[in-house]
DNA sequence: ACAGACTTGGAGCGACCACTCAAAATCCGT
DNA sequence: ACGGATTTTGAGTGGTCGCTCCAAGTCTGT
């Protein structure tokens, strides 16, 4: 499937419209239909290029699970301010509809079981990334306290993320900036600063 | 509209299934036959009761968005703790469905309008009363500072309530114990206390 | 330029969707 | 215990769902 160049470029234009729809509208509006209909394609051109529609909005979901946890640049010396600013950049820049998407991902989580577990490692592994930054801040910091601030820092960026896609005017950026970094650091108000690192 | 016994029992029937339905399965298996199948009840008797699916749909997510925040007991006496004890109780107690919907809100808020505006209000809400009893525990704290923290516990715990959902074996109770309750206090480990106040 | 492989649109399929309706059963003030 | 109001059932409606199929069009190695 997919051996021609039309075919994959038809089969790019597909997994755009989907995500999209998905970052517009929803699982719920996710239809053949309107998927099909925003790539400007037939619905036997998807059945050439997909099982199904379920397969084509896995690929979107596990793209959206992925992609907010890219691979490390530098995945021994990034600093939680790094995290923190690359989620900013993840949900505010080229991936926006990404980032909806995966603002989405902790519904879906609690009735689609198969969803779950990808969830869940990926959520594993961004806390830990996390909580070695902050080890690697202050080496005296032992683990189950780092990771408990690494879980309290990613809700608070998620709770963050869903104010900044529902009010356009919101200042992700500010109110990233001002949280506390590391366990024992205090808040900021984030009518400080704009852009301070 | 339901104006005898039998009529009122069956529309609490009807809202329960919903209530379970929403909460097991998730908006998008919602259907029609899936809760009155569950009511036990035939199409015909949920549409004298109900203008629509979307009715008795709303008329739960509108009770999920509320039950979260319930009236103020002590309104101008309550502690963080206090009203981190209400979410514990809220998330494990005999509200534990509605609380499932309740996780699902915000994904549902970012693709559909009409349900956003309410919760962003009952958001508001929230973090308001919080930022309140923090200002109250330390009256030097500046506004900002206190509802950055509110929005910062608010996003924790409601991480903390989804692993809850996913993992039966997750000790909510401890983890939202060893949250920071004010700004500039240390998470702690939750391996600590278990029951500890 | 040919030909086999791939891609395309869209009519059509059975299944399921939300919803209606009228006849039968039940309720409850009198 | 009567009788008008309410409730209940379930077959039926039109519409949309995901998906199939195939004739026609396009691609690309030769």
Do not use: C
């Not at 005296?140 to 993320?161: K, R």
């Amino acid at each position: 499937m997919a051996r021609y160049r039309v075919g994959i470029e038809t089969r790019e234009r597909i997994l755009d419209a989907t995500r999209q729809v998905l970052g517009d509208q929803g699982l719920e509006s996710a239809t053949l239909k309107a998927i099909t209909d925003r790539a400007g394609v037939g619905a036997g051109s998807f059945y050439n290029l997909f099982e199904s529609k379920e397969a084509a909005i896995w690929e979107v979901l596990a793209e959206a699970i992925t992609a907010v946890d890219p691979d490390p640049d530098g995945h021994g010396s990034e600093t939680v301010d790094d995290l923190v600013t690359a989620f900013v950049a993840f949900v505010t820049g080229e991936t926006a509809t990404l980032a909806r998407i995966h603002l989405q991902l902790a519904g879906m989580a609690l009735t689609a079981p198969d969803v779950a577990a990808p969830i869940a490692r990926s959520h594993a592994r961004r806390v830990d990334r996390f909580q070695a930054a902050m080890r690697r801040h202050d080496p005296e910091l032992d683990q189950a306290t780092a990771v408990a601030h690494a879980e309290l820092l990613l809700g608070a960026l998620t709770g963050l993320a869903i104010r900044n896609a529902m009010d356009p005017d919101f200042d992700l950026a500010a109110h990233a900036a001002a949280l506390p970094r590391h366990p024992g650091d205090r808040a900021s108000s984030p009518l400080a600063g704009r852009t301070g690192s």
